[in-house]
């Protein structure tokens, strides 16, 4: 059966690909815990771009990896406003998929719930009617975050554009179990506030780690809502699911030269300004600072 694959292209009109070898192992039954009443995904298609962009030219396709925890929306979400570039999570698309009527939902939900990863399938299918969405508004490129999370999401990306750079985000284990245990979310501004505190002492020559609370704003503080898959027996779950799927997906990325490692060195204060040296954006951060 032929699958036709379409994204928006990051500069101009939408172009339909038909499927390479990597992207027909999509259509197959290879595929776990495949949706097969789902519509055929698209997805978006540019090649032959060179490997590194300046940033500066804001045609960004980048990539977050790094576990559940680690803060990938957050420094996600600071680049798109810094940039002007759409930050794209599919946990946000998954959890609105799983909150709507739609037939997805309660799925999605006991799938969310149990800390597993939802197909291949669902998720590609979710994003690419988002990304067709965006371009329909004019909107090029992305930072996406939690894509790819498998080597098939990972195959079938780089089938169809032209990844830039990849972030891996690393925190050790034990501070991101008590970020997630601690993270709230406003209810009505959507908000990601932490109430944990996290102070490990260095021993034995290892660093130690530092990460202040990230505390909501008053008129957040009483609207605030943990996440269902936050508990501690899920995290772990995550935390497992991401070492078999998702590590996988670094190592993809680190052989064709386009993982960026990043150690965060504490919270945001520490973390942001090493990140933005690292991207060499300092200069755009000074300019959005000043207007
Ligand atoms: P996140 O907000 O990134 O932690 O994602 C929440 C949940 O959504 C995950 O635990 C998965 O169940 C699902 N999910 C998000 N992104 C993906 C993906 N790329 N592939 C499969 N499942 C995903």
Same mark, same amino acid.
Not at 168 to 195: M, P, T, V
């Given at each position: 059966?032929?699958?036709?694959?379409?994204?928006?292209?990051?500069?101009?009109?939408?172009?339909?690909?038909s499927m390479?070898?990597?992207?027909?192992?999509?259509?197959?039954?290879?595929?776990?815990?495949?949706?097969?009443?789902?519509?055929?995904?698209?997805?978006?298609?540019?090649?032959?771009l060179?490997?590194?962009?300046?940033?500066?030219?804001?045609?960004?396709?980048?990539?977050?990896?790094?576990?559940?925890?680690?803060?990938? !929306?957050?420094?996600?979400?600071?680049?798109?406003? %810094? &940039?002007?570039?759409? $930050?794209? +999570?599919?946990?946000?698309?998954? /959890?609105?998929?799983?909150?709507?009527?739609?037939?997805?939902a309660?799925?999605?939900?006991?799938?969310?719930?149990?800390?597993?990863?939802?197909?291949?399938?669902?998720?590609?299918?979710?994003?690419?009617k988002?990304?067709?969405?965006?371009?329909?508004?004019?909107?090029?490129?992305?930072?996406?975050?939690g894509?790819?999370?498998?080597?098939?999401?990972?195959?079938?990306?780089?089938?169809?554009?032209?990844?830039?750079?990849?972030?891996?985000?690393?925190?050790?284990?034990d501070?991101?179990?008590?970020?997630?245990?601690?993270?709230?979310?406003?209810?009505?501004?959507?908000?990601?506030?932490?109430?944990?505190c996290?102070?490990?002492?260095?021993?034995? !020559?290892?660093?130690?780690?530092?990460?202040?609370? %990230? &505390?909501?704003?008053? $008129?957040? +503080?009483?609207?605030l809502?943990? /996440?269902?898959?936050?508990?501690?027996?899920?995290?772990k779950?995550?935390?497992?699911?991401?070492?078999?799927?998702?590590?996988?997906?670094?190592?993809?990325?680190?052989?064709?030269?386009?993982?960026?490692?990043?150690?965060?060195?504490?919270?945001?204060?520490?973390?942001?300004p090493?990140?933005?040296?690292?991207?060499?954006?300092?200069?755009?951060?000074?300019?959005?600072?000043?207007?």
């Amino acid at each position: 059966m032929a699958v036709f694959y379409r994204l928006p292209r990051a500069r101009g009109s939408t172009q339909i690909f038909s499927m390479t070898s990597t992207v027909r192992a999509f259509s197959s039954s290879s595929i776990s815990n495949s949706g097969n009443d789902l519509k055929s995904p698209s997805l978006l298609a540019q090649k032959s771009l060179p490997l590194r962009r300046e940033p500066r030219d804001r045609n960004v396709h980048w990539v977050f990896l790094g576990c559940p925890g680690v803060g990938k !929306g957050t420094y996600a979400s600071r680049l798109s406003n %810094l &940039l002007g570039v759409p $930050h794209i +999570a599919t946990g946000d698309l998954v /959890r609105e998929e799983l909150t709507s009527s739609g037939p997805l939902a309660s799925r999605l939900a006991e799938i969310v719930n149990q800390g597993k990863l939802v197909s291949d399938e669902i998720v590609i299918n979710l994003l690419s009617k988002h990304l067709e969405a965006g371009e329909a508004k004019g909107k090029t490129g992305f930072i996406l975050d939690g894509f790819p999370r498998t080597i098939t999401q990972a195959e079938i990306l780089e089938g169809v554009t032209n990844i830039d750079l990849v972030i891996n985000l690393k925190l050790r284990e034990d501070a991101l179990l008590a970020k997630c245990l601690g993270r709230r979310i406003c209810s009505e501004c959507g908000g990601n506030y932490n109430i944990a505190c996290i102070d490990i002492k260095g021993e034995n !020559g290892s660093p130690g780690l530092y990460m202040a609370p %990230l &505390l909501p704003p008053s $008129h957040c +503080a009483s609207k605030l809502f943990t /996440r269902s898959d936050d508990t501690e027996e899920v995290v772990k779950e995550r935390l497992h699911v991401y070492k078999e799927m998702t590590q996988p997906v670094e190592e993809f990325y680190r052989s064709n030269g386009k993982l960026l490692e990043f150690d965060l060195p504490g919270g945001i204060p520490e973390s942001w300004p090493k990140l933005l040296r690292a991207l060499n954006l300092e200069h755009d951060d000074k300019q959005s600072a000043a207007v």
